[in-house]
């Protein structure tokens, strides 16, 4: 962990000058690729990333960044997930971050940065899998109930007492809830929107998933900030229902059915009638005092697996006033005047 902690120390430029320690960026990947269900390994790629250029356009450039994902699959216990793409996986726990972050976290950074990440990939997405083209439906299908939930509450239409929403909100006033539904919804829309609008005919599965469930579209269709959306939408579902229907199958249709006629048909598809709309795009941007997450978050993994105990109520990591034996505040001067502060004490492990 201390090797840890000095290598971060570096890629942030705050090491002592000493001895550097060199490793080839191949070995560091693959290693990496290896050991990223600890958590100590995800911080230390984060922090190689976001701090060293030079390993950031090694990783860009690599032709495998599924080293990166794909080793740690077995985690994810919803679903049995063979033969599944980078890009799908990518989807599948985007989305599962979401829906975790809805039910317990509650957390509007974490839940804006996923979707973010979401609508950046969607012009670009590849043969979707079926289950990953299915979770974004279903996405936009559990947003859309607790937007109703919120809409009923706001127009006095349900009691505001019923204990059945306080436990699962952002905020606490509904109509500032409402309003970051609003634009989740509108966000997961134009995540649909850039991929039948530029990646339709790799997609089948994704047309498929929306026919599936157009349903769960239809009480937005008149809404003022998502007809437009819907609109390119239904033209899609429009297009393959009529060639659906041209097959004049008496019988019931099998999913394999279905989706052939799809991926026959998204041959042919030429976009006709949809809206062009302009592509989203967002960048990460760092928090201007990361420390205040990432110090705590380095000494909770000390703790964790350093093997010594230390008292944590021993540990201040941040500067703090001290108090005198009356509890007022006393600043301590240095002899050139400058601050003296506490910034951290840790008690000698036993």
């Not at 989706?259 to 928090?287: A, D, P």
């Amino acid at each position: 962990m201390s090797g840890l902690l000095q290598l971060i120390a570096s890629i942030e430029g705050n090491a002592h000058s000493g001895p550097l320690v060199r490793l080839p960026f191949a070995s560091l990947f693959d290693t990496l690729g290896v050991c990223l269900a600890h958590e100590n390994s995800v911080l230390l790629l984060y922090s190689l990333v976001h701090g060293n250029s030079d390993f950031l356009e090694y990783v860009l450039v690599r032709t495998d960044l599924d080293t990166l994902m794909l080793p740690n699959v077995p985690w994810y216990r919803e679903r049995l997930l063979n033969q599944t793409s980078l890009g799908s996986l990518i989807v599948i726990i985007l989305i599962r971050t979401v829906k975790y972050n809805l039910s317990k976290l509650r957390d509007v950074y974490l839940h804006t940065n996923c979707l973010a990440t979401l609508a950046n990939m969607a012009p670009h997405v590849y043969r979707l899998s079926a289950y990953a083209s299915e979770r974004l439906v279903s996405l936009f299908d559990m947003l859309s109930r607790k937007y109703n939930k919120l809409a009923e509450i706001k127009n006095d239409k349900m009691n505001t007492e019923d204990g059945d929403l306080r436990g699962d909100c952002f905020f606490e006033d509904p109509s500032a809830e409402l309003h970051i539904y609003t634009d989740f919804l509108r966000l997961v829309l134009e995540i649909l929107n850039a991929i039948l609008t530029y990646a339709l005919p790799q997609n089948p599965e994704v047309v498929y998933a929306i026919m599936h469930r157009q349903e769960v579209f239809l009480p937005f269709k008149s809404h003022p900030r998502y007809n437009e959306l819907l609109e390119n939408i239904y033209t899609v579902v429009d297009f393959f229902n009529s060639r659906i229907d041209s097959q004049k199958m008496d019988a019931d249709w099998s999913v394999e059915e279905v989706l052939q006629v799809i991926i026959n048909n998204c041959r042919s598809w030429r976009g006709e009638g949809m809206k062009m709309f302009t592509q989203l795009r967002f960048t990460y941007e760092q928090e201007s005092h990361p420390e205040e997450f990432f110090i705590p978050y380095v000494w909770q993994l000390v703790l964790s697996h350093s093997g010594f105990t230390f008292n944590p109520s021993s540990i201040n990591l941040f500067p703090v006033p001290v108090e005198d034996i009356n509890g007022e505040e006393v600043k301590k001067q240095l002899q050139n005047g400058e601050m003296k502060e506490h910034a951290l004490q840790v008690e000698t492990p036993v």
